[in-house]
Each structure stands twice: as C-alpha cells, then as structure tokens.
C-alpha cells in the first residue's frame, strides 16, 4: 500500500526533547563491537530486496549511498549499478559489506550531520559529488538519528535531480538509543514523523524545499507473523 502525504504542519511539530535518549553516551561507543546480526526477520528482508528491486534505478550508471549502514545493505545479489558507497558506524561491519562496490565512511551522523565522502576507504574506494548519486538508502535506522533535519537537506544536497531517498524502518530497535518520541508514539505516527523529515529538511523557513512526492509505503503490516515494515521515500 502507498499512501501519498500532502499535508504537512505549518511548522516544524518536534521539541529538543523528542530526539533525547535514555543512553546519551557516545553512539562510538556502543557502535565499537561489530554485529553481525539481522536486525528484522528473513521475511522482511526479502521484502525489503524485493522492494529495492522493483523500485531503485540499475545500471551501470547508477550509483548508490547507503546512510547508517553495517554488514549487510539488504540490496539484492544480482542488484546492478556502478557504484555503492556506504556510511555508517562500524568499520569492520562495513569492511565486511559486500554490497559497497565503491568504499564507505565510517562517521557517526548524530555527531557530525554531513554526508560528504572524505574518509572514504576501501581497496577500490572512490569519492562521490554533490549532485552525483541516483538514490540513497537507509535500512531500519532512521529512528536513531537525533538531527534529521541537517541529515535530511544533505541527502537532497548529494541527489542528482529526479534523485530519490528510501527509509525503511520495522518496529524493532535499540531502546537506549532510540530517539525518546519513537517510544512513545504508534508506527502510523512514525511513518509520518519520517515524512515530516523529508517536508521540513534544512533550516527553519526551508519547509518543502528539498523533497517532493512524499509517500509511505507499507510492505508488511503489523502480524503476528512476521516483523512489519515501512519504506518513506521522496
């Protein structure tokens, strides 16, 4: 199910305190331990290959940044593009994804909130421009990110135009760290508290400057089952 969103609040709905943590302590901390884990269930990873298949550009032009990654992207094996780049916390996690043809940086997003590509390591590592990347991706992490505004107009700053940005999240987390809100509120509020992201990226008076064609996307609903899972794209 897609579910398009044109309304919007007239102003951004979120306090300071929404994006606290019980676990203020360093994310490097935390982070340092690699896991090599799945942080949803085998049936919403298909889901979630299955959706990058049906919806991400391929080719051998394109190229693809992956925020908040780890060991795994969840892009499918026979998926085709150029490039991918990841971004995320844990060195030897990314060192070990497959998936990212093209480097990663290791850099905590809660601390410095820029997506340019310095650092970049890897045996084949390339840097990447603004304006240069197809689409980028961010698999069930969205809701640790504690300045998602900045994060956000750094997307669309690094999007080529006609650019898209996919973030899918299920109701599993880490609670310590999680942002304060996401606790407290239902999966509907925080598939629109994502689109609210995407409409009030940047700074204040920069509202629906960034992203267009706001839509949540359902892949699995709550059951009992399997984990949900929802995809917010622009």
């Known amino acids: 199910m897609i579910r398009r969103i044109t309304t919007f609040p007239t102003r951004w709905p979120y306090k300071a305190s929404d994006f606290s943590r019980s676990d203020s302590s360093l994310d490097t901390k935390f982070y340092a331990a690699p896991r090599f884990v799945h942080h949803i269930d085998d049936h919403a990873i298909s889901l979630l290959g299955k959706y990058y298949s049906s919806t991400l550009p391929s080719g051998d032009s394109v190229k693809i940044l992956d925020i908040c990654s780890s060991w795994t992207s969840h892009l499918p094996s026979d998926f085709k593009s150029s490039r991918v780049w990841g971004l995320g916390m844990n060195n030897e996690e990314l060192a070990a994804n497959e998936s990212l043809t093209a480097g990663y940086i290791v850099r905590d997003l809660n601390i410095t909130p820029v997506l340019d590509s310095s650092g970049v390591k890897g045996s084949n590592s390339v840097a990447y421009k603004e304006g240069e990347l197809d689409a980028i991706i961010c698999a069930v ?43 407290d509120i ?25 992203f267009e064609n706001i ?13 949900p899972l929802w995809v917010v794209r622009a």
């Open 215 to 227: 839509e949540i996307v359902t892949l699995q609903s709550r059951s009992l089952f399997h984990d």
């Open 186 to 210: 239902s999966e509907e509020e925080r598939t629109e508290m994502v689109a609210n992201y995407f409409h009030f990226a940047g700074e204040e008076g920069e509202e629906g400057k960034y």
């Open 141 to 183: 992490s969205v809701d640790y990110l504690i300045q998602p505004r900045p994060i956000f107009a750094e997307m669309a700053k690094y999007l080529k135009p006609g650019g898209t940005a996919h973030m899918s999240f299920s109701n599993r987390c880490f609670p310590t760290k999680v942002i304060s809100r996401w606790l």
